[in-house]
């Protein structure tokens, strides 16, 4: 059974940083690419972050190029966020999210998510 | 690159059939067959009903298809029954700088 558990959110201030987790089990990790996906509460949501499966490539919103780097590491079957110079607009539920292999733009699975809070 | 437009809310009766609409542009759903459909129950996460306009993952109810005309996609839900009361969004991939794109989502009520 494919599982994503998230975990790191918080409480953090504006300028801040702030690293999210997401530890993957019940696939090959090490064969898919990875996302984060994130959610306003209350709102709709957002693409953020990609990363391919080796993690020679990523990709990033507009709204976070240059704040926020994903990683993965395929050792520990674990894909990061680290989220930095945080602003109000990111306080958001993200989510990890996998894709299917190579040419498949939706994801299959995903995590119940960890909250992100940028608030003084 | 602008959110896929649903409507806010689709309501039916038990057994009744319904239809969510997504729409977008030449650029996103009209362009290329990737639409995928997710629900969301209140405080969980999403879950993928369709890929690929049309197709089934293993274990969603046959009761959900997808459909595509021109830039418009839709999700119809048939035999709707209580436990499909929850949010939907569609999402296309682009060809903007960012690779997806999602609606702003549809509350579905069943009455």
């Known amino acids: 059974e494919v599982q994503l558990l998230e975990s790191g959110g918080g409480l953090v201030q504006p300028g801040g940083s702030l690293r999210v987790s997401c530890a993957a089990s019940?696939?090959?990790?090490?064969?898919?690419?990875m996302s984060w996906v994130r959610q306003v509460p209350g709102k709709g949501l957002e693409w953020v972050s990609t990363?391919?499966?080796?993690?020679?490539?990523?990709f990033y919103a507009d709204a976070v190029k240059g704040r926020f780097t994903i990683s993965r590491d395929n050792s520990k079957n674990t894909l990061f966020l680290q989220m930095d110079s945080l602003r109000g607009e990111d306080t958001a539920v993200y989510y990890c999210?996998?894709?299917?292999?190579?040419?498949?733009?939706?994801?299959?699975?995903w995590g119940q998510g960890t909250l992100v809070t940028v608030s003084s | 690159q602008s959110a896929l437009t649903q409507p806010a809310s689709v309501s039916g009766s038990p057994g009744q059939s319904i239809t969510i609409s997504c729409t977008g542009t030449?650029?996103?759903?009209?362009?290329?067959?990737?639409v995928s459909w997710y629900q969301q129950h209140p405080g969980k996460a999403p879950k993928l009903m369709i890929f690929?306009?049309?197709d089934r993952p293993s274990g969603v109810s046959d009761r959900f298809s997808g459909s595509k005309s021109g830039n418009t996609a839709s999700l119809t839900i048939s035999g709707l029954q209580a436990e499909d009361e929850a949010d939907y969004y569609c999402?296309?991939?682009?060809?903007?700088?960012?690779?997806?794109?999602f609606g702003i989502g549809t509350k579905v009520t069943v009455l």
């Open positions: 999210a996998k894709r299917p292999p190579v040419g498949n733009f939706y994801f299959d699975y």
């Open positions: 019940g696939f090959t990790f090490k064969t898919f690419a």
């Open positions: 990363i391919s499966s080796s993690g020679d490539s990523t």
């Open positions: 030449n650029n996103d759903v009209g362009g290329f067959n990737c």
């Open positions: 690929d306009v049309s």
């Open positions: 999402s296309s991939c682009t060809s903007s700088s960012s690779p997806y794109v």
